[in-house]
């Protein structure tokens, strides 16, 4: 069955990846394994473990990692003893050399992926806090584990560009850590051997354009097919990158991150511009540099692409072959690959300020919740302990031993500020059937537009559902993107029923999709209220508006914060009954423009504001 | 710290390493930010930048490192704690200080010494990455995942050169004055528009298209990480020539004019962008009269403030939601338009 073998190629591929990731784990970076908890991930874990040196480090970082822990800082008891500050290593320093594992990296803040990308960039660890300056050395590799089920939960962008492997072991029932016929021992010798495997011109080449043609924009992804590429060298005892070793780097590192698939006859320049997929947001690149000045040994950029095409359409096809089927379809249906998980997603709710990311500290005792931020603290008790002691000596007090190394008092407390910072994501549910009059359609999207605007200061994405005829679409993904959303704007038409109670609850699964993503949804329904196509998508005024009010009454129930206009020119009682039923914001709106909307709206949306 | 990639080196990215320059021939730019997509050497060019600057010659025991003719006011309580060795002076190399993420206040803005706190219980100030930085570059990688407070410090030390420290009992003022260099990537976060408006220039930077370039870069790499040693050798008669190039710039700076018609045009330039305030017809000439000094041209022509009308304008632009365009189109519009025909 061609399934089966599809499994088993990819049960040979992850073990391969284990056995190059062993060779050489700092400079591959790592690799993203997205699969659920189960027992091919915990082989596949146990595999690279072993084949590792023993005492190489091994580390497990937790979600939520304060910086203290990741980066390092004062060690509190240890500087509280010896009463000089001494510094405590963090994560990131004690896996130097080894491998640091993520659990529910789909989960990561930016900020942490940041952290850790700056030290798989460096290799070391620039460290400034808590009083301490220092450079450390971190050179580790990255395995993190994506436990994401949806296409738009996963690993953020920046740190799956710079880990060399993306295994899915999702469906595999077992990996035969035989497959590939490496052992420890292979393995150490092919770790011995890779500093002298050369690199000939002609796999460089080779591998450049294949990335090209499968529309990886990313230098880095080229990069680490070549270190690849050397690693399967050394493993297999040779000193010299042959054509298997980067068919297998392309199998493995570019296969995974093609966004699209290589035109029938590719011309060897075809390495056009990337799909915008990743500059939505950006303003249009400038055009392409002017060609590299040429350096001492510019003899070395001299021959154009001097390569035999036979090796290229080697790699080509092994890349196009080990492009996952899930990938396959979307490139077929040209959707934008790798755009839907661009973001990881820090799933928390917003609670009080207990949480958040420290922001400095205020005078003030710990209470209702406040944490008590132990170094600011000590800093402020820091220069009385010489007074306060000859206080204590004067107050006939002895220095005996039992008197506290550190006399700290009530007004050196201090607690520790943190916030969150909340993005807000107004969801407009838009009204595009025949009886909302059409000219209302231009306003929302002038609205939108507007918000849109001033988003930048704001923070704010938007997303649109529009609903005419039978069924609710949506139109706009949340975005901040202004280019994007005047795209799908333009293309909504209008005319046709009014399928209210379907379009309420495609707002509430949005909004509930953005709640759990740790965000806050605004609604604002744009109609006249005028339901007139029932869930089921047949015509009935009677059942419709039945199911309109059912479904305003879970809107009601979800708690999601709504505003409801009424936008037929004549306000009707029954819509303001149904904005009831939502316990939605009532507002008739039938002269307004669209700044008096954008106005209304931005009073009534949750601010994302900050919490101190 | 491991030696860093040559900047001769870097393949393409010129509007990057003609913006790093103008920052290095003239500091009081503003800064330089640097947008781009992941793995387009933004880091690695700064980092090159720090190698290739020559040395300055610094006050010896200044935390500041003090210019020995250095006269303003901020300089002054430093070199007066200084007392006799105020005119003894070394070269330094030029700082180029890191602002890593996770960074707390304390290490930033300095802090009580801790150490002299809990042994000898003396106050002491610890002078932080702002003073590590005074006359030199601080490199924020990822700014726009800096958190709020350290923005909200950084905006105001940049303005105004010199960094106060009320805390902890201490109060103090020191001298930093320093070149901010930002990258970031437009998609993880967008940029306060205050901290925005203090970065002179703003260059955007993407992976090269062309197939050609694109393998320069891997082998570059390739030979660099091979031979450290040996790559930076081959490459140094190239970065010596650009470190010439910057000392000849700063020398003829001074005199380089600035024609009254260059100015006019500067200003119907920004005033047919619609800019906000003065900083953009400022940073204009600025941009303008460095390139020239970099180039050797004793007078400023308008193909110099043609190559900098993007840098110097194009993030100080108010966002128009009725045009499509980029900014960068936008500028290069206004560009030929007055230029042009």
Known sequence: ?612 | MPLPFPFSAIVGQEEMKQALLIAAVEPAIGGVMVFGDRGTGKSTAVRALAALLPAMEAVIGCPYNCAPDDSSDACRTSLDQLGKARKKTHKVPVPVVDLPLGATEDRVVGALDLEKALAQGSKAFEPGLLARANRGFLYVDEVNLLEDHLVDLLIDVAASGENVVEREGLSIRHPARFVLVGSGNPEEGELRPQLLDRFGLSVEVSTPTDLQARISVVRRRDAFERDRAAFIEQWKPVDDKVRRRIVAARKRLPDVQVPDAVLERAAELCLALGTDGLRGELTLMRAARALAALDGDAVVGDAHLKRVASPSLRHRLRRNPLDDAGSTTRVERAVSQLFGA
């Open chain 1, 1 to 612: 069955m061609r399934a089966d073998a599809a499994d088993q190629a990819r049960a040979r591929d992850a073990v391969s990846a284990a056995a190059l990731l062993a060779v050489d784990p700092q400079t591959l970076g790592g690799a993203a394994i997205r699969a659920l908890a189960g027992p091919v991930r915990d082989q596949w874990l146990a595999l690279v473990r072993g084949w590792l040196p023993a005492d190489r480090p091994w580390r497990r970082m937790p979600l939520n990692i304060a910086d203290g822990r990741l980066l390092g800082g004062l060690d509190l008891s240890a500087t509280l003893a010896a009463g000089r500050p001494i510094a405590e290593r963090g994560l990131l320093a004690e896996a130097d050399g080894g491998v640091l594992l993520l659990a529910m990296a789909e989960r990561l803040s930016a900020g942490t992926v940041a952290r850790l990308s700056a030290v798989l960039d460096d290799g070391e660890l620039r460290l400034a806090r808590d009083g301490i300056a220092a450079t450390v050395p971190a050179r580790l590799a990255v395995i993190a584990l994506d436990e994401g089920i949806e296409a738009d939960e996963g690993l953020a962008a920046p740190l799956l560009d710079r880990l060399a492997f993306r295994l899915e072991l999702d469906g595999l029932r077992r990996l035969d850590p035989e497959a590939g016929g490496f052992d420890a021992a292979s393995i150490a010798a092919a770790r011995a051997r890779l500093a002298q495997v050369e690199l000939p011109d002609a796999v460089i080449t080779a591998l450049t354009a294949t990335a090209g043609m499968l529309g990886i924009a990313s230098l880095r992804a080229v990069w680490l097919a070549t270190r690849a590429a050397r690693a399967a060298a050394a493993l297999d005892g040779r000193d010299r990158v042959s054509e298997v070793d980067g068919t297998m780097a392309a199998r493995l590192v570019l296969a995974p991150r093609a966004t699209r698939l290589p035109s029938a006859e590719p011309p060897p320049e075809s390495a056009e511009p990337p799909p915008p997929s990743e500059q939505d947001d950006s303003p249009p690149a400038d055009p392409p540099p002017p060609p590299p000045e040429n350096g001492p040994d510019s003899d070395e950029d001299a021959p154009p692409i001097d390569l035999d095409p036979m090796l290229q359409e080697v790699l080509l096809a092994a890349a196009t072959a080990a492009i996952p089927p899930g990938l396959l379809a979307q490139l077929k249906a040209g959707a934008q690959a790798g755009k839907a998980r661009a973001s990881g997603k820090s799933g928390a709710l917003q609670k009080a300020a207990a949480r958040g990311r420290p922001s400095g500290s205020r005078r003030g005792e710990p209470r209702a919740g406040q944490r008590l931020a132990l170094i600011d603290t000590l800093r402020a008790a820091a220069p009385w302990q010489r007074l306060r002691r000859q206080e204590r000596l004067m107050r006939g007090m002895a220095a005996t031993a039992s008197a506290p190394k550190v006399l700290v008092r009530r007004e050196d407390f201090h607690v520790a500020r943190l916030e969150q910072r909340r993005e807000t994501t107004t969801v407009f549910i838009v009204d595009a059937s025949g009886s909302s009059a059409l000219n209302r359609l231009a306003e929302a999207k002038g609205a939108i537009e507007l918000l849109l605007a001033d988003c930048y200061v704001r923070r704010d994405r938007v997303a649109v559902i529009g609903f005419r005829g039978t069924t609710a679409e949506l139109l706009l993904p949340p975005t901040r993107s202004l280019v994007r959303a005047k795209r799908s704007l333009a293309g909504l038409p209008g005319g046709g029923g009014t399928p209210l109670a379907t379009a309420l609850d495609a707002a509430i699964e949005l909004a509930d999709a953005i709640r759990r993503r740790g965000e806050t949804p605004g609604l604002v329904l744009l109609t006249d209220g005028r339901a007139n196509i029932g869930r089921d998508g047949k015509p009935g005024r009677m059942q419709a508006e039945a199911d309109a009010s059912a479904a305003a009454k879970r809107l009601a129930a979800s708690g999601h914060a709504t505003l409801f206009v009424d936008t037929s020119p004549r306000p009707q009682p029954g819509a303001a009954r149904l904005a009831g039923e939502m316990r939605a914001v009532y507002l008739p709106l039938p002269f307004a423009d669209a700044r008096a909307l954008s106005t209304a709206v931005k009073a009534v949306s949750p601010s994302g504001r900050k919490q101190g």
